[in-house]
T-cell receptor
Framework: EPEVTQTPSHQVTQMGQEVILRCVPI?????FYWYRQILGQKVEFLVS????????KSEIFDDQFSVERPDGSNFTLKIRSTKLEDSAMYFC?????????????FGPGTRLTVL | AQSVTQLGSHVSVSEGALVLLRCNYS??????LFWYVQYPNQGLQLLLK??????LVKGINGFEAEFKKSETSFHLTKPSAHMSDAAEYFC???????????FGTGTSLTVIP
């Protein structure tokens, strides 16, 4: 069964450094998302991406964050200058087009630790 | 706006007993509702979903959920708990395709031998 994959599985960085989290969506999926889950808290929406542009973003997704799909396959989340409070598990999710189901398929996550 | 409330952050059941995890939703439009399971150190796996077809939805691993509009509920049940069901369970709601999911705070299920 096709899966969403994410790399790296664990990223440790120093505060103020830039990080890029990568996701390979399920082939032919059209909707892409990033969520995060701070330890012990609920999963929170960050941003959705469709047709090569952001379609929705949350208050969390400020100017420090950006997303892109540079090569038509990988979907990336960049945090320009990491803060301690960015430490969380980051999940990528993808969904099929509107002619199919609405399920979002989640990747295994990248655990980001900011020191 | 959409939101979900999961009552009970921790639920413990004995092996073989009924599992009932509660989820109530708020939505200004007909909702799409989902249950996901998260095993330790893993991502979110879809258990089942409701997308305006049958109100009783059957999912994987013997789980099912019933959409009750009058109660704005989408509770998850399983007749007989298994040790392997121990995990974190999340209810989520979405308004339509492409929209963000709104997750509940999760319910941690413990199965007692």
């Amino acid at each position: 069964e096709p899966e969403v994959t994410q790399t790296p599985s664990h990223q440790v960085t120093q505060m103020g450094q830039e990080v890029i989290l990568r996701c390979v969506p399920i082939s032919n999926h059209l909707y892409f998302y990033w969520y995060r889950q701070i330890l012990g808290q609920k999963v929170e929406f960050l941003v959705s991406f469709y047709n090569n542009e952001i379609s929705e973003k949350s208050e969390i997704f400020d100017d420090q964050f950006s997303v892109e799909r540079p090569d038509g396959s990988n979907f990336t989340l960049k945090i320009r200058s990491t803060k301690l409070e960015d430490s969380a598990m980051y999940f990528c999710a993808t969904a099929p087009g509107s002619t199919s189901t609405d399920t979002q398929y989640f990747g295994p996550g990248t655990r980001l630790t900011v020191l | 706006a959409q939101s979900v409330t999961q009552l009970g952050s921790h639920v413990s059941v004995s092996e073989g007993a009924l599992v009932l995890l509660r989820c109530n939703y708020s939505s200004s439009v007909p909702p799409y509702l989902f249950w996901y399971v998260q095993y330790p150190n893993q991502g979110l796996q879809l258990l089942l979903k409701y997308t305006s077809a049958a109100t009783l939805v059957k999912g994987i691993n013997g789980f099912e959920a019933e959409f009750k509009k009058s109660e704005t509920s989408f509770h998850l049940t399983k007749p007989s708990a298994h040790m392997s069901d121990a995990a974190e369970y999340f209810c989520a709601v979405s308004a339509k395709t492409g929209n963000q999911f709104y997750f509940g705070t999760g319910t941690s299920l413990t199965v007692i031998p």
